[in-house]
């Protein structure tokens, strides 16, 4: 069981938008910054979103983030087929001196 | 600016591997840097970090078996991992860190753990 919580899939047609939620405590989420990692099927996980919201060059601005208290949330607008992928929040746990992951979110482009 | 991980392998229970992770176009003593794994078909698994002063941090599950250090001489990352039991089965990865995130991900080293 993943200290993050993540919704296991979400899904939605081409041009939609979706959000992945990222539920955490006071000690990881409500304290520490959250990143968003994107893995296409086969490769090396890719930093999305890092520090809640700031988006690391390339990234399009389709991809956005925030975070509010113990929650965070990663959104895509303009869903597109090769956003296929899963999904993982990050965030420093200080309680238990460790990174937590969320369990990941597959999205599927319906 | 890359990662490039070796050393995994098959090995039976209570075994050891060290995996290595040697870094190009950047100084790898300058970053904190950490082991993250992925069993087949599941998430992501952090395994272990060493700070820039050299603190290091490890999940429960390996405390005490596993070991990471680094070599700043050779930009190198190791990871010692002892008393290898079957659930450490997973593609191990060398991960930079960078404004709070792991922005540069190794290929991944796989190890198996199997009789």
């Known amino acids: 069981q993943s200290v993050l919580t993540q919704p296991p899939s979400v899904s939605a047609a081409p041009g939609q938008r979706v959000t992945i939620s990222c539920s955490g405590s006071?000690?990881?989420?409500?304290?520490?910054?959250v990143s968003w990692y994107q893995q296409l099927p086969g490769t090396a996980p890719k930093v999305l979103i890092y520090e809640n919201n700031k988006r690391p060059l390339g990234i399009p601005d389709r991809f956005s983030g925030s975070k509010s208290g113990t929650s965070a949330t990663l959104g895509i607008t303009g869903l597109q087929t090769g956003d296929e992928a899963d999904y993982y929040c990050a965030a420093w746990d200080s309680s238990l001196s460790a990174v937590a992951f969320g369990g990941g979110t597959k999205v599927t482009v319906l | 600016v890359q990662l490039e991980e070796s050393g995994g392998g098959l090995v039976q229970p209570g075994g050891s591997l060290r995996l290595s992770c040697e870094a190009s176009?950047?100084?790898?003593?300058?970053?904190?840097m950490h082991w993250i794994r992925q069993p087949t078909g599941k998430g992501l698994e952090w395994v272990s970090a060493i700070g820039i002063g050299g603190e290091t941090y490890y999940v429960g599950s390996v405390k005490g078996r596993f070991t990471i250090s680094r070599e700043n001489a050779g930009n190198s990352l190791f990871l010692q991992m002892n008393s290898l039991r079957a659930g450490d089965t997973a593609v191990y990865y060398c991960?930079?860190?960078?404004?709070?995130?792991?922005?540069?991900w190794g290929q991944g080293t796989k190890v198996t753990v199997s009789p």
């Open positions: 006071s000690s990881n989420v409500g304290r520490n910054y």
């Open positions: 176009g950047f100084t790898l003593s300058n970053h904190d």
């Open positions: 991960v930079r860190v960078y404004s709070n995130s792991f922005d540069i």
